[in-house]
């Protein structure tokens, strides 16, 4: 298969504008010819949604969540970026361009992420003009603060609550076009599959969440927005919804799924309590502006931490990585912290944990500062573990938090399959192998309100799309495919819980695919996974019916899809015979433990066929190209 | 510690419903309530029966999901927190524990504690934002909003659309809910062009839905786990009489 990325020639300062020109455009008056299918309503399915809309385009848009407003991008803490230069520190699209690249280890599209880095800035404007309300300085200006993997203060934040904002922000947007009658919106609808005609997507199949009811919706086009698949490892800072059935399904229909392995462990997350455990909550990155990383220097010190004295700390990301220090990108920071709970100099219950230290900002600040900075981020803390972080240094650990990889795109954002998008998350582009921190947002805001306007006018413009009708066979076997599978989970009768499944399938990936992973492991889970599977098609027990509200079947669904897609991933790691951003190889790393990338062998993307459950997936190669940041050996030292 | 649950029970909207009482041994104290609910339900399907349905997300206290009364009030026991970060070292040995959905016309129950809140969606789609079409936007920095009205906008923004002001109210009004979507836009410069006509358009809305007046119980502001005030309501009043007297806000 020839994987054309469509990336546009020339300067890559004047592709997009370039592209753009020369895109076809759809009138005004054909628009509303047009229908669009938008799956999920986070950043950038709310975004998209609302603006499609208000170029006129039929818009229908769908969420498992009884609101649109509560898609996970809710839960972002810390902020984000953009190449504003407001602070006059030095920053521009080209370095936002470059950290990112440099970031993602060089695993990255070099013109998607030119791109990302050029609309970052109309990012902040449109959000600030839908009232967005940003921090602000005291003369009126908006604010920024610093992040992982960058030099230069271009993160713009409300409080602790940036991803909640700039929700609301793209679902009021999407709610003044819902009232307007220009979108409408379905809630609590489970994608269950996309129907793909003559080679093209063409409509889905939901599952009504409350009644149960399975059917199809057509429509010219499709856009996924249906965020990542953290939850394969059952503990993860993901909502407990957030799951892979949306993109996966469509893989089983076609669509490539591009580096699966590439995923983003966190290194401030709270540590792990109990069994009992059913999410992991993460401390944002901001945090490591004001607070200090740190373990007893000696193994098995079991003093309180006001006990230790200076002497007998280990400040280690500042004394590994000196000029970015706390701010290394989240990795190499994560690593860093496995590394000393690995020699026994781990705190807390377990020795899964390091100490994330406030005591000298609050002493350099004054605790109203810190306060004003982190407020909301210490109450929560406190409020899960009974420990306050003004008197006593939080605990950390990290937790598995996002997926740089998602189905393959071109530079329309569309799929292999013609009219099937894939914005946010859901798509592999523009993080290459580890995601810089406050850099979620804004692909997903870049991709909804700034890419996809002006692509999928490209697409419709080229015509050749029939009509098509619910009746068509495709869609029929489809929704009936969907019933058979409900039918034969609800039917199995076993004894073990979709949740003990999803438990026992989240230890494999965590052990064997997650921080560190070696030849032998990944071997060893492709062993376990397809057991696993079996034994879930055998032994599942889901109370209840098919035509009412059932939790236990929901889950039931999502995790049947998470025992195939596990697999995949691992494949992907296995092929990956090198160490690069979040794919950390125990096999492939320098002398003081640092990832050691391949560029010779493995500068591609991997995109992955399905051949049908249990058999070995085929891989197709991107290769990578360099022609602006030279490859090298990412350095925060 | 050994619990007993009084849980609501309705297994549809028409079903009548009733409290079924279920006892829980063993219950950590580093659990959330909701961890605990989740144990209560493995036992459930463990034994042959239908676990209990209930509204979670992201178990941070951030995306409005989850929402049931604990104990009498909504979201339990604790001041500004969420059913998801209420932990059960706020409980002690042998407590007997009410769990029941939100009450309010406007929110019918689906299942159990899952109720319907889309009338909040709707009472959005009347005014809950600022007409500016994506591209249409001038310079972040073009207008210089104070500090000050800029946190007094966070404070009312940040709401999660839960509902527990409603099911804390004795009128099941949504005014606080209504009144910090229209703090939030009032107190911005991108807010005041619709002002007058978002006020009007969203509280007549929500009287549409079934919700009840506001009678200054101040059980809103006291059951909200994000501490909105209730001057936002004050304020929003304001703007609707101007706009009912053909003012401009």
Redesign the interface.
Known sequence: MELNSAIPGGPIQQRWDKHRAELKLVNPANKRKFSVIVVGTGLAGA?AS??LA?LGYNVQAFTY????????S??AQGGINAA?N?QNDGDSVWRLFYDTVKGGDFRARESNVYRLAQVSV?I????????V??????????SNRSFGGAQVSRTFY??G?T???LL?GA???L??Q??LGKVK?H?KQEMMDLIVIDGRARGIITRDL?TGAVRSHMADAVILATGGYGNVFYLSTN???CNVTATYRAHKRGALFANPCYTQIHPTCIPQ??D????L??MSESLRNDGRIWVPKNKGDQRSPDQIPESDRDYYLERKYPSFGNLSPRDIASRAAKEVCDEGRGVGPGGLGVYLDFADAIRRLGEKVIADRYGNLF??YE??T?ENPYKVPMRIYPAVHYTMGGLWVDYNLMSNVPGLFVLGEANFSDHGANRLGASALMQGLADG??VI?YTIGGYFAQGGLQAVSAESPEAKAAVTEAEQKIAALLSIGG?R?P??FHRELGKIMWDKCGMARTEAGLKEALQRIPELREEFWQNL?V??SGT??N??LELGLRVADFLEFAELMCYDALQRNESCGGHFREEYQTEDGEAKRNDDDYCYVAAWEHTGVGSTPILHKESLTFENVQLATRSYK | MNLRLHIWRQ??PNDMGMLKTYDIANV?E???F???L??LN?G???K????V?F???????????CGMVINGRPHGP?A??TAC?L?M?TFKDGDEIYIEPWRAKAFPV??DL?V???S??RI???G??????????????A?????PD?DR??DA??C??CGACVAACPNSSAMLFTAAKVG??A??P??QAERSSRAMEMVLQMDAEGFGSCTNHYECEAACPKGISAEFIAQMNRDFVTSALGGKA
């Open positions: 975004s609302a603006t208000e969540h009884d609101s649109a407003r509560r898609a996970h809710i839960a504003k407001y109309n902040i404007d449109q959000c600030v003009a839908q009232g309300p940003f921090a602000r300085e005291y003369g009126g200006y908006l409300a409080r609550q991803g909640q904002q609301l679902y009021q947007a709610m003044r819902v009232g919106l809630n409350v909502a407990m919804a309590s109990g009992y455990q059913s999410k909550t993460l109450e929560m409020r899960i009974g309100y700034f306007p004894k819980s949740t003990s027990v109370p209840g009412d509200l939790q236990s | 297994a549809g950590s580093h659990m959330s909701l961890e605990m989740d144990v493995e459930l399907i463990a042959g029966e239908i676990p349905a509204d979670h997300d992201c178990r941070e206290g951030i995306c409005g999901t604790v500004r927190t970060q932990h070292r689906l299942r899952v319907d809140r889309g909040f969606d959005i789609q009347k809950g934002y600022v007409s500016v079409n994506t591209g249409n936007a001038q310079d972040g920095n207008t210089p909003i104070s500090k800029a906008a966070m923004a940040a999660i659309g939030h836009l107190s911005l991108q807010g």
